[in-house]
Each structure stands twice: as structure tokens, then as C-alpha cells.
């Protein structure tokens, strides 16, 4: 079965990690502080906190910033909201096709100087609300380390997800980037469990992180390059959307759309064929947090699969995804 997202671990990893056992530090230490370093310079950005996973990080960051609404996505993975945060969560519709957040809509949700809005960058695309006076800003990055234009100056920080299925991956960590020293000091304090959580990252989970950076633009770009290969394979299939392909995509996630009547059997059909896939999202509301049913986020969550996309994909592999695609009977 080719899966829809699959981790490279080679030995240089397993060597880093060792080193790192043998080292003395097995908690929060030297590694760590070395993979924040490393982080910082490949983002281009000053101040960086690694903790123990991308959830842990969005609960720091919106932990930090003081709010009483947050406005999240209709379309995201449930952590987004980070309901254990004290704070209002306003759910904002997404465009149909790309599952992006509205920016209209979620613009109308924000209630001034108390609000902050959560910009996901859903399957790695950046998300297109516009910076605005009065509102303030998050970046939800996980699957975008790497995009163009991120982590934004103008957003107050930005997190990182290195669960398996990401761009690289410690295991499993997180990290929040901002430019913003004061506010990097806050969250570096928050993930002490004497004052809010234990969020720490362990020196083997950023042993490892630090030598998945090494491969990081490479990978990155070896994604794209399957993406743009995808486009040119799966063209041609009136039943099928395929995402635009835009400068600066992090490609995370290859999500393709189909008619909401044909998914689960075109489902089937790929898992006949030895192909995985998987849905990314079903709407907000059904990660148990309730609120609206929205018609962009409804029409997405409807129609999009996400077909086998990473780094280490063969030529043979993405070969097979096409062929059992185009292989199936509408």
C-alpha cells in the first residue's frame, strides 16, 4: 500500500539520535537550544521555541497572546482551535475549492483590538486574508515549513508541526517563530510545567530534527516537483480538480476534488489498487466542537482527497497513483 504521507528516517537520523543518548542530556538541553538556532536561520527569523508538538504550540502561542475571540477556519485540524485556551472561538467559512479561510467572512467574525485570527495554510498554500487595522494575527504553518512569504513579519508568531506526516519531522515536536523577543520569552516561559505546561522538546526528538533540517530544502523541493507532475498526469479528467498550482506552495497536502457522490468509491477503487488516501478536513464542527454549517466548508469537506504525496516517493510509486486515477470508472 502506498500511503498518503510516509516519514524518511535514514542513518545520519539514527547516528543524531544515539549521539544524543549518549550524550548525558536527555531532557530539554543543548540539542534543543541548537535546533531553535538552525530553525531560526532556515525561516530567516529571530526567535524560535521548540516544544513538544504542533498542538502543544498552538495552545503556547494563543495561551500567550492575550484575546477574547479567536477566529479559526471552518476547514482545519481540530488543534487549531485550541479549545483548552481561554477564549471565545468564532468558525469562519472557507472557499470551496481551496478550503482556505474566507477572508471577508472571517474579517466580519473579528471584534477589534480583542480578537486574534488563526491563518491556517491549509495543505501548505498560504492563506490570503489581508492584513487589516485593529485585528490582530496567527499563522497556523503545519504544513507550510518552507513556504514562500512565512512566517510573516506582520503576524505576532507563527507555529510548526513535526508530527511523522510533515515536512520533516522530530518524532514528534512543534515549534512557535516570531519576531518578537518579548513575546518568544513569554512562550519559552509557558512551556515550563512550574508555569503552565509541560511543552518541552527532549534533546533525542531535536537530535533527530536537527538532522532532518540538513534534507529540509530538498525535500521541499522534490515535493513541488511531485505536485507539478500530478497536474500534468491527472489532466485531462473531467470528474476531477486539481489544486492550482501556485507559486511558493509547500505541497503538504496533494488534494485533489471529485464529486461528493463519487469520493468514497473512488476511495475504494484506489484502495483496491494499493493506494491510501485520506480526507483533510471534515468541517470544525465535527471534531466534536460544534457551531455553523458553513456552505464553503461543507462543499469542501465533501469533495477533497488527498492522494499519496512525499519526499521519498519513487518515480514507480506516483506512477501507480495516476494510473489507478485514471483507471477509475465514474
Known amino acids: 500500500m502506498i500511503p498518503y504521507a510516509q516519514h524518511s528516517i535514514d542513518d545520519d537520523d539514527v547516528e543524531a539520535v544515539a549521539d544524543a543518548m549518549r550524550s548525558g542530556h536527555l531532557a530539554q538541553g543543548p540539542a534543543c537550544e541548537r535546533f531553535e538556532r538552525e530553525l531560526g536561520r532556515y525561516l530567516d527569523v529571530p526567535h524560535v521555541v521548540a516544544v513538544s508538538s504542533g498542538t502543544t504550540a498552538l495552545e503556547i502561542m494563543l495561551a500567550s497572546i492575550p484575546h477574547r475571540v479567536r477566529v479559526v477556519p471552518a476547514i482545519t485540524f481540530a488543534a487549531s482551535a485550541a ?14 475549492v481551496t478550503g482556505l479561510m474566507d477572508a471577508e467572512h472571517a474579517l466580519s467574525l473579528a471584534s477589534g483590538a480583542d480578537s486574534v485570527i488563526v491563518l491556517v495554510h491549509l495543505g501548505g498554500r498560504r492563506a490570503p486574508v489581508p492584513d487589516a487595522d485593529g485585528i490582530r494575527m496567527v499563522d497556523d504553518a503545519c504544513h507550510a515549513l518552507g513556504g514562500d512569504g512565512l512566517p510573516r513579519k506582520k503576524s505576532l508568531a507563527t507555529v510548526y508541526s513535526f508530527h511523522p506526516a510533515k515536512h520533516i519531522t522530530t518524532g514528534e515536536g512543534g515549534a512557535i517563530v516570531t519576531y518578537s523577543r518579548d513575546r518568544a520569552d513569554a512562550m519559552r516561559a509557558a512551556r515550563d510545567p512550574r508555569k503552565y505546561t509541560n511543552g518541552r522538546m527532549s534533546e533525542l526528538h531535536a537530535a533527530l530534527g536537527l538532522s532532518q533540517l540538513k534534507k529540509a530544502a530538498g525535500w521541499l523541493e522534490r515535493r513541488r516537483a511531485l505536485a507539478l507532475a500530478y497536474d500534468v498526469g491527472l489532466a485531462g479528467l473531467d470528474w476531477l480538480r486539481r489544486p492550482e498550482i501556485v507559486d511558493g506552495h509547500a505541497w503538504h497536502l496533494y488534494a485533489v476534488h471529485v464529486p461528493a457522490t463519487l469520493r468514497e468509491r473512488l476511495r475504494e477503487h484506489l484502495t483496491s489498487r494499493g493506494v491510501g488516501t485520506q480526507v483533510h478536513y471534515k468541517q470544525l464542527r465535527d471534531f466534536f466542537i460544534g457551531g455553523p454549517d458553513l456552505p ?13 504525496l512525499f519526499p521519498t516517493m519513487t518515480a514507480y510509486e506516483h506512477e501507480h497513483v495516476i494510473d489507478a486515477v485514471r483507471s477509475f470508472a465514474p
Not at 83 to 88: F, I, K, L
Open 296 to 308: 464553503g466548508a461543507r462543499a469542501y469537506a465533501a469533495s477533497t482527497l488527498s492522494l499519496p
Open 83 to 96: 479549545r483548552s485556551v481561554p477564549g471565545e472561538v468564532r468558525i469562519a467559512d472557507v472557499d470551496p
